[in-house]
């Protein structure tokens, strides 16, 4: 089931609650009554910089003051990102820019987890009026906003011109907009109540005899204060007509502040009221004769709503955002305009009629309540519900891409042996090939080919390999030959032991294997390949769709869904063009679409990578119910030298004995990469520094920095990530352990010519082998060296075997 | 973070500096602040990785540095106290993240890092781990002291302090 995360971090930390802690509290409540099953209240600690989840109930109790004890929303589970489910939904709900908490960082990982994001935006003010916002709140609402914009599923605005001026600024930015929605907000107070001055402090009730004009809200530039003052000392203070504001005293006011203390109408026609509770309120807005509201700018107005609900009239600055909240229950002026302000006034003073006539007319007005903020915000929310969609019981097909007869011969009958599930194979096949595929010899699995010609109809192939294999896969999805639901596969990929098909179906939804994180892939070490770029497209493009980012070419058997990929490919149009890949486009896309349709697990299959050096692992498989063949590996002292490659009797045997020694070998890898970072960790806890490696090419020149010290196995393998900025044509970069006798001890001595490397985030990885068999444990020297060809620069780090 | 982030982020700021001059009023336009703005948002949320800010001026890097930690900028008596121009720019900026992070401010002592998003890289902390777990258990253990019980402790309490 699809949970909504709602954040309410601020509401359950603040002591005094602002207009818009007051709106959270209320939508909370309102939504918790219609969908409590699907909300989860989360809110930031930042003691152990992880999201709380809140009791729910204590919540909502805490939110209508049933519970005092704040303490006992807190229920001490924490939560993460990545422990939320494809599908589900984050909801900032509250104003939470500054905290330590960073949007930056939180919405792309939220994004690659599959997780929906929505916004609730109260105003853009900080971009828009700046000179009203404190300068600390711009830059961090800087990162708030510019993080939503980027990756937001939906936003929901309290009013439209607060989502026009959004969508002005996504335009702006050439970002494509976001599905905005307008929720208006609604309002605490229940209605006009007859004039009861029990409980009301005697200077308040004194001040409400007669005619007042009454302005609510925080003193603060924005609102304008001093204008009404201006106005009232331009001769409406002779008009017989009072001025109340009602509203604690903000930032950068000092100034008027002073103006206001030492007013020569204070306490006589002028009054200033802070710390009011809510039935004073009530009672001054229920008595004015007019609410004024000169504000610069608002997200909403909710001044205006209060007093036409009260049934007192409002002189309001003409601003769209007020033109839209109040529409013709108010009278406008224009911004900043005395003269404007005080005819408008003064007309009303002096023509009881039209006076009437507008309070006769605000009668008629109805308010927004909670509940039907609720409800359009609860509408909104299910736009982003998960399409409910459930996998085929069945597989019985594998679809395989191949040219080499001799390879997919040797491969056929570990599938008949091991995948009793898998009746008929589909070769993808070139042409010339097709006979000898059909020819074929099986026990009980049928071959049959689908050529490229039948594939491509007359169209040429692409030349480039990554390109054409997934223009081949795009273009054979639309082949009747293709079953509705398919194993797709390579020639090289072998069954290790008999496989049931849930390996690929469990309960309703298809399983998907996934080896990294197509954001953390860098390529194989020292030597690029079309798969890299291929990895690299398939990252953008997932990126730019905001889908989930797993990598899933994880060189196993993956089970299809064909329908599916048709509506990828329909849906991005010439996508078979690009030179995606196959899996990893698909899966992802399946996952952003259908949420629980695909369930992600670690890859289950050996020899990818081939070689401990080629790339940083970031999964540890689980277990080998695949093997990536590579043919290399069982010669000349490799791992599987000695053993076969053709499947026989002794085939359970040596691959129980490959799964034996793989596994070791991975466990020991793991086992290096944790030992690393234990120490990384301890050195950044004692020196507040990771060991960090970097190339920075500065105005031509080389600057390098290394660690002083470092402590690293005897005899890993270890992929040190190296930190580099600038120009990297012509480098060339050496890496090597050097014992005190001078002797080169890692294996080999590593040179990369920096062209042909991959910076991904300004980072790459460098393989360093930690010794030869042999090699003792203790104290050596690790050269870092780069060079342009002109000159050489060299690092040396204390390296400890370890 | 990547390009496109960071020219998002740089346009916004861009934007908000136009409409403060827009208004007559003079921009954000110290240069050190856009820089700052970019150089934390590289950083964030774990500035120990300091090879990122490698290129950042020092003085950028103090105030990102500060941003990122108190989410306010560096005040000119503070910039004097960490400021030693015989450093070389690494142990500057080394000698800075010690500065601050060692700071009583906000009772991040022991504190080494934001990591708000995978389970990845969990540091042992030490005494703020032991303090944090006894802060938690006390909570969940008072909640289950009924009101009453913690009203009345409380008054009397009051009553031996002489408050009112």
């Known amino acids: 089931m699809q949970t909504i995360f709602v954040d309410v971090t601020n509401l359950t930390k603040v002591d005094f609650l602002t207009g818009i802690q007051r709106v959270v509290g209320n939508l909370s409540l309102e939504m918790y009554k219609v969908i409590p099953e699907k909300l989860t209240f989360i809110s930031f600690n930042e003691d152990i910089s992880r999201f709380e989840v809140l009791d729910s109930d204590n919540f909502i109790k805490y939110i209508k003051g049933g519970e005092k004890e704040r303490s006992r929303i807190f229920t001490g589970k924490s939560i993460l990102p990545c422990d939320m489910k494809p599908g589900d939904i984050f909801f900032e709900l509250d104003a939470v820019w500054n905290i330590s908490l960073k949007s930056s960082v939180l919405l792309p990982a939220l994004k690659h987890q599959g997780v929906k994001i929505v916004v609730y935006v109260y105003d853009i003010l900080p971009i828009n009026y700046p000179q009203f916002t404190h300068f600390n709140t711009r830059f961090h609402f800087i990162n708030y906003i510019g993080s939503y914009l980027l990756y937001a599923d939906a936003v929901i605005a309290s009013a439209q011109s607060t989502l026009d001026s959004i969508n002005e600024l996504s335009d702006k930015l050439g970002l494509p907009r976001r599905t905005g929605f307008v929720s208006w907000l609604g309002s605490d107070f229940g209605g006009k109540k007859e004039a009861d001055t029990a409980g009301i402090p005697k200077e308040v009730v004194e001040a409400a005899k007669g005619k007042y004009v009454l302005t609510v809200g925080t003193i603060e530039p924005r609102k304008n204060h001093a204008f009404l003052l201006d106005a009232f000392d331009a001769g409406l203070f002779d008009k017989d007509v009072k001025l109340i504001f009602a509203g604690k005293i903000g930032w950068n006011v000092d100034d008027l502040k002073k103006r206001i203390e030492e007013h020569p109408e204070n306490g006589k026609r002028f009054f200033h009221f802070v710390g009011l509770d809510d039935a004073a309120i009530d009672y001054l807005y229920s008595n004015a004769f007019l609410v004024a509201f000169a504000t610069y700018a608002e997200g909403f107005g909710l001044p205006i709503i209060e007093s036409l609900q009260r049934g007192t009239p409002v002189l309001a600055t003409d601003i769209p955002v007020l033109r839209e909240v109040g529409k013709d229950y108010c009278e406008y002026f224009k911004l900043n305009d005395v003269k404007d302000f005080t005819d408008k ?458 | 973070m990547t390009e496109k982030e960071r020219s998002i982020y740089s346009q916004i700021y861009d934007i908000s500096n136009d409409n403060l001059k827009s208004y007559g009023i003079e921009g954000m336009s110290n240069l050190t602040n856009k820089e700052t703005l970019v150089a934390s948002l590289d950083l964030e949320p774990d500035a120990t990785d300091i090879s990122l800010a490698y290129d950042v001026p020092r003085d950028v890097f103090v105030q990102a540095i500060f941003y990122i930690t108190f989410k306010r900028w560096a005040q000119p008596d503070e910039l004097e106290k960490i400021r030693d121009d015989s450093l070389s720019d690494r142990d500057y900026k080394r000698a800075v993240l010690r500065s601050v992070y060692e700071s009583t401010e906000r009772r991040i002592k022991n504190k080494v890092v934001y990591n708000y998003i995978d389970h990845t890289n969990e540091y042992t902390f030490t005494v703020g781990k032991f303090k944090r777990r006894v802060r938690m258990t006390l909570t969940k253990i008072k909640a289950k002291i009924p009101l009453k019980w913690k009203m009345a402790v409380k008054g009397f309490l009051n009553k031996l302090l002489g408050r009112g």
């Open chain 1, 345 to 802: 006034l003064t007309n009303l003073m002096e023509n009881p009629t039209e006076y009437d006539g507008l309070k006769e007319e605000i009668k008629s007005f109805k308010p927004f309540t909670w509940e039907e903020t609720a409800a359009k915000v609860i509408d909104a929310l299910s736009t982003l519900k998960i399409t409910e969609r459930k996998s085929k019981k069945d597989v019985r097909q594998m679809v395989i891409l191949t040219a080499r007869v001799d390879d997919i011969k040797r491969t056929i009958p570990y599938i008949e042996a091991y995948m009793p599930f898998i009746e008929k194979i589909v070769l993808c096949c070139p042409d010339k090939v097709a006979d000898d595929m059909k020819a074929i010899e099986t026990k009980r699995i049928k071959i049959d080919t689908l050529t490229d010609g039948e594939i491509l109809k007359g169209r040429p192939l692409p030349e480039d390999h990554g390109t054409r294999n997934f223009f081949l896969r795009c273009l054979a999805m639309q082949s009747d030959k293709v079953d509705e639901v398919f194993i797709m596969s390579d020639d090289d990929y072998r069954p290790l032991k008999e496989i049931d098909k849930k390996v690929f179906l469990e309960d309703d939804s298809y399983v998907a294997y996934y080896c990294n994180d197509l954001n953390e892939w860098k390529g194989v070490v020292g030597g690029m390949t079309s798969y890299d770029y291929y990895i690299f497209r398939t990252r953008e493009f997932v990126n730019e769709n905001r889908y989930p980012g797993y990598q899933y070419s994880s060189h196993m058997p993956q089970i299809i869904e064909k329908d599916i990929y048709l509506e990828m490919i329909n849906e991005h149009k010439g996508i078979e063009m690009t030179g995606l890949d196959e899996w990893s486009s698909y899966f992802n896309y399946a996952q952003a679409k259908y949420p629980d349709l695909i369930r992600s697990k670690p890859y289950i299959v050996m020899c990818w990578p081939g070689l401990r050096t080629d790339w940083k692992m970031f999964v540890k498989p689980t277990e080998y119910l695949f093997e990536n063949h590579y043919d290399f590996l069982y010669k000349d002292g490799r791992i599987f030298d000695g053993l076969s490659e053709e499947y026989s009797e002794n085939t359970d045997a040596e691959n129980a004995l490959k799964i034996e020694k793989v596994t070791q070998s991975v466990d020991e890898y793991f086992e290096w990469k944790n030992k690393v970072q234990k120490y990384c960790d301890k050195v950044k806890k004692d020196k507040l520094e990771i060991p960090s490696f970097i190339i920075y090419i500065e105005e031509g020149e080389i600057v390098l920095g290394a660690p002083e010290t470092l402590e690293l196995p005897v005899c890993s393998t270890v992929h040190l990530p190296i930190t580099f900025k600038g120009n990297k044509e012509g480098l060339k970069m050496q890496l090597c352990i050097i014992s005190d006798k001078g002797t080169v001890v890692s294996m080999p001595e590593i040179k990369l010519e920096l062209n042909d490397i991959k910076i991904v985030n300004n980072r790459f990885d460098a393989t360093l082998v930690c010794g030869q068999p042999g090699t003792k444990k203790g104290g050596y020297a690790l050269i870092f060296r780069v060079d342009d060809g002109k000159n050489t620069i060299e690092r040396q780090t204390s390296l400890k075997l370890v």
